[in-house]
């Protein structure tokens, strides 16, 4: 069965240090994959996405993502978290599997310190 | 501004009742989503419709119906409404039926 795993429901870093937010999926057929920002209040908003082109992924804001697929992670990444980087953030996969599947994963809050 | 409008975006009802969501999506976009959003379950897939016809199905109750029309708006209706069907309800439209979803700004229901 297709699943998404995000490690850690919240991480906390330093204004400045490096964002790792951690996803690894489960699929049978190649996937295309996402990761989508939540602020507080609003709806998710589209970060970045891996449809098969280049495994490394930049999108808006700083953030990047690697496709792994010996790993079959998909970490998102960003080199300087800024404070407006915190959020809730959603790594999720798109399947087609004779029909159309999105699976989101459970989140993850990031917490941004001064 | 996502492009995807849902309405209203508040709403607030009693046990029992019934209550009817609506979502446009972006121009262009013939994929509809919708997705309910609550603290203990997170970000639950509900539907998925294509120009008009049921493309997906995920953890939606037999209580919950949706549509998409002609016009591609979809409406998503909740019946027999219990205290637990409290949550943000968001839609989400894309280009085709695999791409990136693009959100609207969700409607948060209160059941009481």
């Known amino acids: 069965a297709q699943s998404v795993t995000q490690l850690g429901s919240h991480v906390s870093v330093s204004e400045g240090a490096l964002v790792l937010l951690r996803c690894n999926y489960s699929?049978?057929?190649?996937?295309?994959l996402f990761w989508y920002v939540q602020y507080p209040n609003q709806g998710l908003q589209l970060l970045l996405k891996?449809?098969?082109?280049?495994?490394l992924v930049k999108g808006i804001n700083g953030f990047e993502a690697e496709f792994k697929k010996s790993e079959t992670s998909f970490h998102l990444t960003k080199p300087s978290a800024h404070m407006s980087d915190a959020a809730e953030y959603f790594c999720a996969v798109s399947l087609n599997t004779g029909g159309f599947k999105t699976i989101f994963g459970a989140g993850t809050r990031l917490f941004v310190k001064a | 501004d996502s492009g995807v409008t849902q309405t209203p975006k508040h709403l607030i009802t009693a046990t029992g009742q019934r209550v009817t969501l609506r979502c446009s999506p972006r121009s262009g976009d013939l994929s509809v989503y919708w997705y309910q959003q609550s603290l203990d379950q997170g970000l639950q897939f509900l539907i998925q419709y294509y120009n008009g016809e049921e493309r997906a199905k995920g953890n939606i109750l037999e209580r919950f119906s949706a549509q998409q029309f002609p016009d591609l708006h979809s409406e998503l209706n909740l019946s027999s409404l219990e205290l637990g069907d409290s949550a943000l309800y968001f839609c989400?439209?894309?280009?085709?039926?695999?791409?990136?979803?693009?959100f609207g700004p969700g409607t948060r229901l209160t059941v009481t």
């Open positions: 699929s049978s057929v190649p996937p295309y």
């Open positions: 989400a439209s894309s280009a085709t039926g695999l791409g990136e979803q693009y």
């Open positions: 891996y449809t098969s082109a280049a495994t």
